[in-house]
């Protein structure tokens, strides 16, 4: 595996009884990244985490952290990790320094140097003045995460794995977590699984794509659209209608498709289309609408397709190449990569 | 050996602080409270050759039998069901010390609350020292005896109790186990036994196999001042086997 490489992950398969729920997973993550890891429910990724973080055994594949194997040295590999599995649980009864500082020693922090650590924790996720001798079982659900995000940066883990990190919080929990998860790029390789799409897509420097236990997709935002949606997208608000406007496109040799419509007030109607081609097209195709015989032009504005319908299209793309039983055009991709780094 | 340390301290703690700790102390002493003033009445009545704290040490199984479901059930089930045991399973600590912990801070319980009834003999003779010289309540030897064998067997009790925790993430369902496998270990050897003797012609290797899960029967031993080898590998390799399937178990159930 190359150094650089903060988590190294190679045709990891697990099986539950004869349920798979992940088969030949394999994606790497680099020093100091924040990555996504999203999916529908049931698509392996808190398997794969779980396994990342040495709770669980892989069936077959390998798995490293920092360069360490996780199912030769589980040991090892949790002193490197910090983790934070789903719905964060916490033991009710303690104080939040008290828990932390007995997580610190169970993390081997040196007893010289614990309380200091657990004060950088806590003053990193804002704990220290608000919540310090609170008890765990009183905290309000965003305070209860910050306790959860600062147990899993204890002990200075080079990577931290984040199951859902901002369920069931509110918006400005949200943003308090995310502003947290920025303080950390760079520092600490982040790795975060959620089904709050502008989340990972504000939070996170590239997106890891997993359905039915397979890896469909990796890449960044921009990466993933060029992939999944091509071409480039526009919302039209105009007085023409579908064959009107089909017609304005073909007179200026414009390949656009309509995607979607739907009506607007005074027989305007918005439409949303997709058109070939790579930059510029905005001028042309205001030139051919506004040229178009009886019609009014009311706005055109690009749209950059969401995360949210990325991540439809990949799944969908993956469970239909799983209904066909073939490979998917990332599998082949990520085998291809794993097998030239092997090489 | 260091994350059984911390990890002892914490379950210690968490007893401490845990209401229900108390409530288990206060039931298990009111309840030897009352069985060794039964007995002494008793034996106002009816003078026995057995001294007083032996007697009372012979009813060892019925606190046994509900104090030790209500310290172990909770220990893996409810950290498993709460989540909990799976974030302590991420940090460096191995599973043998984390069930190691687990034993050692409700097995330290179980004994602390056995040596708390030592006190009942004390305060009866602080409130009735003439009765008390004669009836031979300070029994020193047999008591030390007696308590000797609620160490040994706490062993093989509190171990049951734990690996019943651990195969299940339901406390009521790990206390009902621990309960009936108590029971079967307690009150099944001695009903072996009654099998036994009403048979005819036993095999000499029989009797003995028989004899080995006496529970009734090594305590007189010890309260007798026989220390028998075979008691001691009985209830710490039974312990131990619990022990370890109990490690076994919560990885593969992580």
């Not at chain 1, 992939?227 to 997208?233: A, V, Y």
Request: charged content about 20%.
């Amino acid at each position: 595996m190359e150094n650089n490489h903060s988590i190294y992950v190679k045709n990891l398969t697990r099986y539950y009884g004869a349920i798979a729920a992940i088969k030949n997973v394999s994606f790497n993550v680099n020093r100091g990244e924040v990555v996504g890891f999203l999916g529908p429910n049931g698509a392996g990724k808190s398997t794969t985490m779980r396994i990342l973080s040495g709770l669980l055994p892989a069936s077959s594949g390998s798995a490293w952290v920092s360069g360490t194997s996780v199912a030769q040295n589980p040991k090892e590999v949790k002193r490197r990790i910090g983790f934070m599995p789903e719905n964060n649980p916490l033991p009710d009864d303690m104080r939040v320094v008290e828990y932390l500082r007995y997580r610190g020693r169970l993390k081997e922090v040196p007893g010289r140097k614990l309380r200091a650590s657990v004060e950088e924790v806590m003053e990193v996720c804002d704990l220290a003045r608000t919540a310090r001798r609170k008890i765990i079982g009183t905290l309000s659900k965003g305070f209860r995460q910050r306790v959860g995000i600062a147990d899993a940066l204890l002990g200075d883990p080079e990577v931290i794995i984040m199951d859902e990190p901002t369920i069931g919080l509110d918006p400005h929990q949200i943003q308090g977590i995310r502003k947290l998860i920025d303080s950390l790029r760079g520092r600490l390789t982040v790795v975060l699984s959620s089904h709050i799409l502008p989340e990972i897509e504000r939070s996170c420097d590239r997106v890891i794509i997993i359905n039915r236990g397979r890896v469909v997709a990796s890449g960044t935002s921009a990466e993933l659209r060029e992939e999944f949606l091509p071409g480039q997208r526009f919302e039209i608000d105009t007085s023409a209608d579908k064959a009107a406007l089909l017609t304005a496109f073909s007179a200026k040799q414009i390949e656009a498709s309509i995607l979607d419509q739907r009506e607007a007030d005074s027989g305007r109607t918005i439409y949303n289309i997709r058109a070939d081609g790579n930059g510029g097209l905005g001028p042309q195709l205001i030139d051919a609408l506004t040229q178009a015989d009886s019609s009014t032009l009311h706005s055109l504005a690009p749209k950059e397709p969401n995360l949210e319908e990325i991540f439809l299209a990949a799944t969908k793309r993956s469970w239909e190449e799983t209904i066909e039983s073939k490979p998917t055009a990332n599998m082949v991709k990520a085998e291809k990569a794993a097998e030239a780094t092997d090489a | 050996m260091r994350h059984f340390f911390i990890l002892l301290k914490h379950e210690l703690r968490m007893l401490m602080i845990n209401p229900a700790t108390y409530i288990a102390a206060v039931l298990f002493l009111c309840l030897m409270g009352y069985l060794f003033w039964a007995i002494l009445r008793g034996m106002v009545n009816t003078p026995e050759d057995v001294a007083p704290a032996v007697r009372f040490l012979k009813v060892f199984w019925i606190p046994v039998l509900f104090v030790v479901p209500l310290l172990t059930m909770r220990s893996i089930a409810g950290e498993r069901n709460d989540g909990t045991l799976g974030t302590l399973m991420t940090t460096p600590a191995s599973r043998a010390s984390i069930i190691l912990s687990k034993f050692a801070g409700a097995y330290i319980f179980y004994m602390a609350l056995w040596l708390m009834t030592l006190s009942f003999p004390k305060i009866a003779v602080e409130f009735f020292p003439q009765t008390a010289v004669g009836s031979g309540l300070l029994a020193t030897s047999s008591t030390l005896g007696s308590i000797f064998f609620l160490a040994l067997s706490g062993v093989l009790f509190i171990s049951i109790g734990i690996f019943a925790s651990s195969i299940t993430r339901s406390q009521l369902v790990a206390g009902m186990f621990s309960f009936t496998a108590l029971f079967l270990v307690i009150v099944g050897g001695q009903q072996l036994s009654n099998i036994a003797n009403s048979g005819a012609d036993l095999a000499a290797w029989t009797q003995s196999l028989v004899n080995y899960f006496q529970v009734f029967e090594h305590l007189d031993d010890f309260s007798r001042g026989i220390v028998d080898t075979r008691p001691f590998f009985y209830y710490l390799s039974l312990g131990g086997l619990l022990l370890g399937l109990s490690t076994l178990i919560i990885e593969a159930k992580a």
